[in-house]
């Protein structure tokens, strides 16, 4: 099976350690994870993590289903990058003199999507969002011009699928799960959505 | 029991709190081992001495072995204390084991004190972070309050869904600090949690319209339907549809070894027409087992012919090593019983017949010779038929690793369940003393036979020392073959005879009993061998019967490694 970027979403609860749990999963099977972000969730004491790896889809749902099995895990889906809707947050830091005398500032942000978060004596720092190419482009651009600092975030994705999974997370907050808490329900959607 | 255990506040230290919750989870016997950083939990234990029985190992190794052999046995949970540092690391093989081989244990573990943690204070291992991988759930408690509430998650989750092993580090001043302790009360529900699927009918349905047009099915059992205690339900399932069965290794005993529709073992040194046919039956039916390397050899050509419905508790087994056609998730207990209401009776006498013909064989290559030698030096197997002769299958036998424990898994009688306590997956020497011990434990009533290797006998023989101060009524029969059996049979057939490091010399193994006061003898005449076996079943206490074996024999047949199920070698 050809390997493509996944997206893989994970719910968990907020425990010390568990970042280690899941990381070990992918570190027993050498799969290099190309970007993490982990931050709270909508609901309160959820957390939700985006990793991307790069791997064939059979490989991915095996992962999927380690991670799902953890204790403090209450969920977790993988999309292709048509699947869902991701941006990287890229911040830059460039000397505010030789910016505003060789550069025409103006234009620069303009092109680029970017604004300029800080502007100071002696460094002025930019912020792009976008796909990685986007945010790789003003760097190519400030490069020549003593780009100081760069700083790049993880990516975080929302997936395209109307429903969103704000009803189920509701669901999983609370205390007893009722006999409608459906498992197994996406088992046979193929890469649609997958869930156990 | 869901009723709080005290009903208004008191002032508990957390030592005080650990035990009253493993009192009202019913925990009786606790293996373990004393030392500094959990020395007040030992001193809380000082006063519970009536209600908990702790039995003191020799090592954390053995501690958490008895535990996993008490857990196989009695069906609870295994109990291990150990101290911080070298006491927790000593139980990471005993963890790794009890992980991979699903079975229910918590283990507490004492810390330093919560200030010097990451000071590397004496005796301070990261314990957490070293378990991670081999626990089913792990938490470090700094503050005793939290110990209810925690213990209780620890085991619900050790016993629940898929079984294993938790781990609960302590800090001593959690140990020591009082707080005001509401009473204990049993967990049976966490948010994140789902230790069983919901089953899911449609895929019976699927599952029972396969079978039911099945020409050659084939059921492939594992411990799952020992841990789901669905053996009653299986058996139901498997007469109904008189279908032919076959076990994994740690699925035996959970029908009777001379069930007419049990057709043996699979796997590496599983027998011949199980794993034969494998590669010719229509429909594959594995119920809770996990399709390990050593019972599909190679993936690529395991089964392919076959349509494959696979009943599992755990989600990630489907579908991990082999492709499932039907997937039935849930706990088998709920699901067999469904799926047997849905299958036809069957007589499938040409299909059992092609199984016969399979067994005839391997009987006359390697099973007679191996039960019914004409050599002067005895066979292992010829020790487990003689056995057979006097447990009738009745007893507990506990295996260590190697070729004496495929001797003993293919050949020894299992009438009842839980009688076969041995390490699968991980594949642990030094594992079968201790379990033996903690098999004991947990099942008091019967007999139970530790069969070990004089290789595994010298990893952990100091638990005989365990044995001596708790009186432990074990049988304990060296198989001597004076080799690492099983490393030396893979030379001799893959390494050109390169016996590298295989040849170990033992001490007087019954000089060594003698020294911790257990009785024994050493036998290498096949005269003796009977009385001998008579002697130790009826001798009082602990027994040691060291057996000299033919040095150079072989386990057959066997699956080489890398090979096709369908490859496997009668000779």
Not at chain 1, 167 to 186: A, Q
Not at chain 2, 374 to 382: L, P, V, W
Not at chain 2, 457 to 472: A, I, P
Request: aromatic share 8%; glycine share 8%.
């Amino acid at each position: 099976m050809e390997k493509q970027e996944f997206n893989i979403t994970v719910y968990t609860e907020n425990q010390i350690g568990l970042l280690n749990r899941i990381a070990i999963i992918f570190t027993r099977r050498k799969i290099n994870i190309d970007s993490l972000n982990t931050s709270p969730s909508e609901i309160e004491s959820i957390h939700r993590f985006n990793i991307v790896i790069t791997e064939s889809e059979d490989v991915v749902r095996k992962l999927c289903r380690q991670i799902e099995k953890q204790v403090e895990v209450l969920k977790v889906y993988y999309h292709t990058n048509a699947d869902v809707i991701w941006q990287e947050l890229a911040l830059y830091k460039v000397s505010t003199d030789v910016i505003a005398e060789k550069v025409s500032v103006e234009r620069l942000l303009r092109e680029n999507g970017a604004r300029a978060v800080v502007i100071r004596k002696d460094y002025t720092v930019f912020e792009t969002t976008g796909h990685r190419e986007e945010t790789d482009n003003l760097i190519s651009i400030l490069q020549p011009y003593g780009l100081i600092e760069f700083v790049r975030s993880a990516r975080v994705a929302i997936i395209k699928d109307s429903e969103g999974f704000n009803s189920k997370l509701r669901e999983f907050e609370r205390l007893e799960p009722g006999e409608d808490v459906i498992e197994n329900e996406y088992l046979n959607q193929g890469q649609k959505v997958f869930s156990m | 029991m869901t009723e709080k255990s005290v009903k208004s506040p008191v002032e508990l230290s957390g030592s005080q709190a650990l035990l009253d919750a493993l009192i009202i989870e019913g925990v009786d016997t606790i293996f373990g081992y004393p030392g500094g950083a959990i020395m007040p939990i030992y001193d809380a234990l000082y006063d519970y001495n009536d209600r908990l029985n702790h039995i003191l190992v020799r090592h954390e190794q053995g501690g958490i072995h008895a535990g996993q052999g008490y857990a196989r046995t009695s069906g609870k949970v295994g109990v291990v204390f150990a101290t911080s540092g070298p006491g927790a690391t000593n139980l990471i093989t005993g963890l790794a084991d009890a992980q991979i081989d699903s079975t229910p244990l918590v283990c507490i573990t004492g810390q330093v004190f919560a200030h010097l943690l990451g000071t590397d204070a004496f005796q301070e291992t990261d314990v957490i972070n070293i378990t991670t991988p081999v626990t089913k759930w792990n938490y470090q408690v700094t503050d005793a309050s939290e110990i209810p509430e925690v213990i209780a998650k620890a085991f619900y989750i050790a016993k629940s869904g898929r079984p294993g092993p938790v781990l609960i580090d302590i800090t001593k001043n959690a140990q020591i600090q009082k707080f005001n302790y509401e009473g204990y009360t049993p967990c049976n529900h966490i948010r994140s949690y789902r230790p069983k699927p919901i089953v899911r009918p449609q895929y019976i349905q699927q599952a029972a319209e396969l079978i039911n047009q099945a020409k050659k099915p084939f059921i492939i059992w594992g411990q799952g339907v020992i841990l789901g205690s669905a053996e009653q339900e299986f058996k139901a399932f498997v007469e109904k549809s008189g279908i032919p069965a076959a076990w994994t290794i740690l699925g035996a005993g959970a029908i009777p070894t001379d069930h007419p529709l049990n057709v043996g073992m699979l796997g590496m040194h599983g027998n011949y027409g199980p794993n034969v046919l494998t590669n010719e039956c229509d429909v594959l039916i594995a119920i809770g087992m996990r399709f390990d390397d050593r019972v599909t050899g190679r993936l690529d050509k395991y089964a392919k012919q076959a349509r494959v419905i696979h009943l599992d508790i755990d989600p990630a087994e489907i579908d991990k090593n082999v492709k499932s056609t039907v997937p039935v998730w849930g706990d088998c207990k709920e699901t067999l019983p469904m799926l047997t209401e849905l299958v036809e009776r069957k007589v499938l006498t040409e299909w059992h017949d092609k199984f016969k013909e399979f067994t005839r064989q391997e009987v006359e290559a390697v099973i007679h010779d191996e039960l019914n030698p004409t050599s002067d030096e005895m066979t292992m197997g010829e020790v487990i038929k003689q056995l057979n002769e006097l447990t009738k299958g009745d007893a507990v036998i506990v295996t260590d690793v190697g070729q004496h424990q495929m001797v003993a898994c293919r050949y020894a009688n299992l009438n009842k369940t839980r009688s076969n306590v041995t390490s699968g997956g991980l594949g642990t020497m030094g594992f079968a003393l201790p379990a033996a011990i903690g098999a004991k434990f947990g099942a008091q009533e019967r007999d139970v036979i530790a069969i070990i290797g004089d290789g595994g006998f010298q990893m952990t023989l100091q638990e005989l020392g365990t044995v001596m101060q708790s009186k432990v009524d074990i049988k304990i029969i060296i198989l001597n073959n004076r080799f690492l059996g099983m490393v030396r049979q893979w030379q001799e057939l893959f390494n050109e005879r390169r016996y590298s490091f295989v040849d170990i010399q033992s001490p007087d193994f019954v000089a060594v009993a003698a020294a911790y006061g257990i009785g024994g003898k050493c036998i290498s005449d096949r005269a003796d061998l009977q009385p001998a076996l008579k002697e130790m079943m009826e001798s009082k206490g602990a027994y040691l019967l060291e057996v000299m074996v033919t040095k150079e024999n072989n386990v057959f047949p066997m699956v080489p490694q890398g090979c096709s199920v369908s490859e496997i070698r009668l000779k």
